[in-house]
């Protein structure tokens, strides 16, 4: 356990720079990393990416409250637009949290992947979205938070990917926009962790210091870690060329998405045979 948690500790202090220098959510690196780093330690096959997506979710209940709390400062947060969305992101991601808990591993990782995909092709061609609207009225927020809650619970990201593009399509000011799509990360965090407690709880295949769907080995060593590394990535994002860095980290998620894809297809034994033929 010693072992593993140190481990952890490890991931958690990449993770953190990375967050810090690139500005991207935790869950988009701790859960491709938790994904690759469980398996070792015994975890089954058939709740790895549950409990990826459920501790990641958990981590972000963590950063999301330090991340909020310095956006309000600038006044970044329409708390306003927060209060009128959160009924719907608690809905979604809740509902999202508990769907994952029936759904077979390898879809799971296929609904990461093309949000991998997604999320490398944006920071590679640097797509932003033009505003076209005004902020919809109470119904039309709660549906769009609970669209975003849901697909948010279902990768184990805090919002910020779906959010931001969201607000600028509703003409939000890009600091607003991110500050805004920061502090909607803790209720997505919450919902989630809490759909995923219950998702998970009693499931045969957990290993020991699971609470439901998250891993807390994994859970405290990434949170203890990350916020004391995610300053110094922020440091460091003033002193590099972070616009190149992110377009490198990119093409790592292109080859951590790749990877994934091969792992789920090797599930079948047409594609099994077919690529351990070719590659072996």
């Known amino acids: 356990m010693l072992s593993h948690l140190l481990i952890f500790l490890v991931l958690g202090a990449f993770a953190g720079v990375l967050a810090g220098l690139l500005g991207i959510g935790g869950g988009l690196v701790i859960v491709p990393i938790l994904a690759f780093a469980?398996?070792?330690?015994?975890?089954?096959?058939?709740?790895?990416?549950?409990?990826?997506?459920?501790?990641?979710?958990?981590?972000?209940?963590?950063?999301?409250?330090?991340?909020?709390?310095?956006?309000?400062?600038?006044?970044?947060?329409?708390?306003?637009?927060?209060?009128?969305?959160?009924?719907?992101?608690?809905?979604?991601?809740?509902?999202?949290?508990?769907?994952?808990?029936?759904?077979?591993?390898?879809?799971?990782?296929?609904?990461?992947?093309?949000?991998?995909?997604?999320?490398?092709?944006?920071?590679?061609?640097?797509?932003?979205?033009?505003?076209?609207?005004?902020?919809?009225?109470?119904?039309?927020?709660?549906?769009?938070?609970?669209?975003?809650?849901?697909?948010?619970?279902?990768?184990?990201?805090?919002?910020?990917?779906?959010?931001?593009?969201?607000?600028?399509?509703?003409?939000?000011?890009?600091?607003?926009?991110?500050?805004?799509?920061?502090?909607?990360?803790?209720?997505i965090a919450l919902a989630g962790t809490f759909g995923n407690v219950i998702g998970g709880w009693g499931n045969p295949s957990l290993p020991p210091w699971s609470f439901g769907f998250v891993y807390l080995p994994a859970l405290a060593g990434i949170v203890c870690a990350s916020m004391f590394t995610a300053p110094l990535g922020a440091k460091l994002a003033h002193k590099m060329p972070v616009g190149r860095l992110k377009k490198a980290f990119a093409v790592l998620l292109l080859v951590v998405a790749t990877r994934m894809l091969y792992s789920v297809l090797l599930y079948f034994p047409v594609t099994h045979n077919f690529l351990t033929t070719v590659f072996h």
């Open 38 to 187: 469980l398996p070792p330690m015994g975890i089954p096959q058939d709740i790895l990416m549950n409990l990826a997506l459920g501790t990641s979710l958990a981590s972000i209940i963590f950063t999301s409250i330090s991340s909020m709390t310095a956006h309000n400062k600038r006044g970044a947060v329409r708390w306003d637009i927060f209060k009128s969305i959160s009924p719907g992101i608690i809905l979604g991601t809740f509902i999202g949290a508990l769907t994952t808990s029936w759904i077979p591993t390898w879809i799971l990782k296929v609904i990461f992947v093309i949000f991998l995909y997604y999320a490398a092709s944006n920071m590679i061609f640097g797509r932003k979205p033009t505003g076209s609207r005004d902020v919809p009225g109470t119904a039309g927020i709660v549906g769009a938070g609970g669209v975003i809650g849901f697909l948010s619970s279902l990768v184990g990201i805090g919002g910020g990917t779906l959010c931001v593009p969201f607000f600028l399509l509703c003409n939000l000011e890009i600091h607003t926009a991110i500050g805004t799509a920061a502090s909607i990360g803790l209720p």
